[in-house]
T-cell receptor, first 109, second 111 residues
Framework: AQRVTQPEKLLSVFKGAPVELKCNYS??????LFWYVQYSRQRLQLLLR??SRESIKGFTADLNKGETSFHLKKPFAQEEDSAMYYC???????????FGQGTTLQVKP | EAQVTQNPRYLITVTGKKLTVTCSQN?????MSWYRQDPGLGLRQIYY???????DKGDVPEGYKVSRKEKRNFPLILESPSPNQTSLYFC??????????FGAGSRLTVL
């Protein structure tokens, strides 16, 4: 079954430290993956998509089909990065988005 | 400005009292969806709609109904709310490039 797993509920780092939010997926087809972010008191919004191969707010994510992972990385965390992060996979046949459980990133000063 | 508007944003109600959470979008998108967000469980899809008069169950449809009589509106109906439906609810539309645009959320408490 299609599934997205984010193994960490909470990730706490100090400002300036590297960050890696883990995301693993299981999907039989060719996956399309996303990271969404929810800052405090704000709505969920797209952070980045794997097909764009872009860097947004210093974050990058590379799709590793061998390891079925799509980890989100940033070399130097900032306090304003503190938020809830969701990894999501789009089913190609239904268009449905499957979300992981979410990881709260806490960046301490 | 592209918008997904949910109402009410906050609601406290009692078990069994029917309620409706409205969702409206101004982007003429065909796809709309409802999610609930619970601690430790992430976002789970309740219902979605591919177009007017086309709705399908998501992962957790029990206790909910939806309707899609017109493209812009996709209300979520709780006919007989129960405490386990206490949650934060999000409506979303799917834009081009498969990007979801979310509403601000509706926090529902069922006593």
């Amino acid at each position: 079954a299609q599934r997205v797993t984010q193994p960490e509920k909470l990730l706490s780092v100090f400002k300036g430290a590297p960050v890696e939010l883990k995301c693993n997926y299981s999907y039989s087809g060719s996956p399309e993956l996303f990271w969404y972010v929810q800052y405090s008191r704000q709505r969920l919004q797209l952070l980045l998509r794997h097909i764009s191969r872009e860097s947004i707010k210093g974050f990058t994510a590379d799709l590793n089909k061998g390891e079925t992972s799509f980890h989100l990385k940033k070399p130097f965390a900032q306090e304003e990065d503190s938020a809830m992060y969701y990894c999501a996979l789009k089913e190609s046949n239904t268009g449905k988005l499957i979300f992981g459980q979410g990881t709260t990133l806490q960046v301490k000063p | 400005e592209a918008q997904v508007t949910q109402n009410p944003r906050y609601l406290i109600t009692v078990t069994g009292k029917k309620l409706t959470v409205t969702c409206s979008q101004n982007m003429n998108h065909e796809y709309m969806s409802w999610y609930r967000q619970d601690p430790g469980l992430g976002l789970r899809q309740i219902y979605y709609s591919m177009n007017v008069e086309v709705t399908d169950k998501g992962d957790v449809p029990e206790g909910y109904k939806v309707s899609r009589k017109e493209k812009r509106n996709f209300p979520l109906i709780l006919e007989s709310p129960s405490p386990n439906q206490t949650s934060l609810y999000f409506c979303a539309t799917l834009a081009g490039a498969n990007v979801l645009t979310f509403g601000a959320g509706s926090r529902l408490t069922v006593l």
